[in-house]
């Protein structure tokens, strides 16, 4: 059962444009969402995350949105970047005992962006 | 300030064999957690580590073991390997000192064959 959702494998963006990264997910108890990126050959690397009790979170470049009534959150990244092109991972945790949690990932999306 | 670190960076094994993975936290950090990667796919979560001892565990059989020292580092150790536990491994880090919900920060991986 993927309770974390990645629909779109690969998305292609010309530099400059918005890239638009999403996520989907199952489970009602997540309330802590992440935003990973990996390269090759490298661990995923953190780039923003979002509590349950927000709807949006702003870095620089990088926006991520929640929308809990419908169970998507999204990544916006603007403007797109060549060492943007990567695979981004959205991962979610439920409460622990307050605790840092387990991270349930999604199978990733590969942006690539053309210079 | 050194980030996660995990050696070997690869190894090749035989089916049957044992092996042993290590992690040295961020850092700061005093929680290990340990993923499994496998191609195509996104992490999955194997245990955590806090304390020293087993805090979460995922869906993963006994095969798979740890073990954290008193300077937060870590062991994973995978017994009768499986052609199966060919993956990419990886560890991350995170600190329950100030009992808030953290981030979880990654290290390369360990990139294990098995034949």
């Known amino acids: 059962d993927q309770q974390v959702k990645q629909n779109s494998p690969s998305l292609s963006v010309q530099e400059g444009r918005i890239s638009i990264l999403n996520c989907d997910y199952t489970?009602?108890?997540?309330?802590?969402f992440l935003w990973y990126k990996k390269y090759p050959a490298e661990g995923p690397t953190f780039l923003i995350s979002?509590?349950?009790?927000?709807d949006k979170n702003e870095d620089g470049r990088f926006t991520v949105f929640l929308n809990k009534s419908a169970k998507h959150l999204s990544l916006h990244i603007v403007p797109s970047q060549p060492g943007d092109s990567a695979v981004y991972f959205c991962a979610a945790s439920a409460r622990y005992g307050g605790a840092t949690n387990k991270l349930i990932f999604g199978t990733g999306t590969l942006l690539a962006v053309q210079p | 300030d050194a980030g996660v670190t995990q050696s070997p960076t690869h190894l090749i094994k035989t089916r049957g064999q044992q092996v042993t993975l290590r992690c040295s936290p961020k850092s700061g950090h005093d929680t290990v957690s340990w993923y499994q990667q496998a191609l195509g796919q996104g992490p999955q979560f194997i245990f955590q580590?806090?304390?020293?001892?087993?805090?979460q565990r995922g869906n993963f059989p006994d095969r798979f073991s740890g073990h954290q020292f008193p300077n937060y580092s870590s062991e994973l150790n995978v017994n009768a390997l499986l052609l199966g536990d060919s993956a990419l491994y990886l560890c991350?880090?995170?600190?329950?000192?100030?009992?808030?919900?953290?981030?979880?920060?990654f290290g390369p991986g360990t990139r294990l064959l098995v034949l």
């Open positions: 489970n009602s108890m997540f309330d802590y």
């Open positions: 580590y806090y304390e020293e001892e087993e805090r």
């Open positions: 979002i509590s349950s009790i927000k």
């Open positions: 991350a880090s995170s600190t329950r000192a100030t009992r808030r919900r953290e981030t979880q920060y």
